[in-house]
């Protein structure tokens, strides 16, 4: 299958710090898309790409992927303890296939 | 409330025992697709439906079956489980399939003895 690579694994951050992790692809895909999962929940999608090279933002969210589409990053600004959990990216084709995670821990 | 339900949420079973995780998504969406989440290998595609009556193999599809007979609801068949199908298991739907973003729904987590 599709093999996602997701960096880093795990991070741990001060609150108000910015926060940065990034996906790439052995394969194109034409549409990107960062997730997150909170404890015993299913993920929530956070920002969806669609066009290769452009910036989308969700609040303090900033996702892209780059203009080879076969990488992608997500930023977050200014953490905060809620930003907590594990952050996912994923390509969207007939099959969907996701990373193996970044578990991001926020300390106040 | 536009949703994805699964039941049970907990289900802890022996092995060989037939067992299903039923699935129902309320939107009329297309695409509907079970995953399985294992700690360190992130979220791997079971099966998957682009429409009625029509299923496709995952990554992982060994030991799983799936049919969509209404477009709501997508179960998923364990005949004869075994302990390494010990997971959580996560529903999801959407609009269609290529481009669109998942919906997930609660999860559903397995022990298999």
């Known amino acids: 299958g599709q093999q996602l690579n997701q960096s880093p694994q795990s991070m741990f951050i001060q609150e108000g710090e910015d926060v940065s992790m990034n996906c790439t692809s052995s394969?194109?895909?034409?549409?990107w898309l960062w997730y997150k999962q909170d404890p015993g929940e299913g993920p929530v999608l956070l920002i969806a790409?669609?066009?290769?090279?452009e910036l989308t933002s969700n609040g303090r969210l900033t996702a892209q992927f780059g203009i080879t589409r076969k990488d992608s990053f997500l930023n977050i600004s200014a953490s905060i303890p809620s930003d907590v959990g594990i952050y996912f990216c994923?390509?969207?084709?007939?099959?969907?296939?996701f990373g193996t995670g970044t578990s991001l821990t926020v300390i106040p | 409330e536009a949703q994805v339900t699964q039941n049970p949420r907990y289900l802890i079973t022996v092995t060989g025992k037939k067992l299903t995780v039923t699935c129902s998504q309320n939107?009329?969406?297309?695409?509907m697709s079970w995953y399985r989440q294992d700690p360190g290998l992130g979220l791997r595609q079971i099966y998957y439906?682009?429409?009625?009556?029509?299923?496709d193999k995952g990554d992982v599809p060994e030991g799983y079956k799936v049919s969509r007979k209404e477009k709501r609801n997508f179960p998923l068949i364990l005949e004869s489980p075994s302990p390494n199908q010990t997971s959580l298991y996560f529903c999801?739907?959407?609009?269609?399939?290529?481009?669109?973003?998942?919906?997930f729904g609660p999860g559903t987590r397995l022990t298999v003895t």
């Open positions: 999801a739907s959407s609009r269609y399939g290529t481009g669109y973003e998942q919906y």
């Open positions: 394969s194109i895909f034409n549409t």
């Open positions: 790409l669609y066009k290769a090279g």
């Open positions: 994923a390509l969207s084709g007939n099959q969907f296939y």
């Open positions: 939107m009329n969406h297309e695409y």
């Open positions: 439906s682009m429409n009625v009556e029509v299923t």
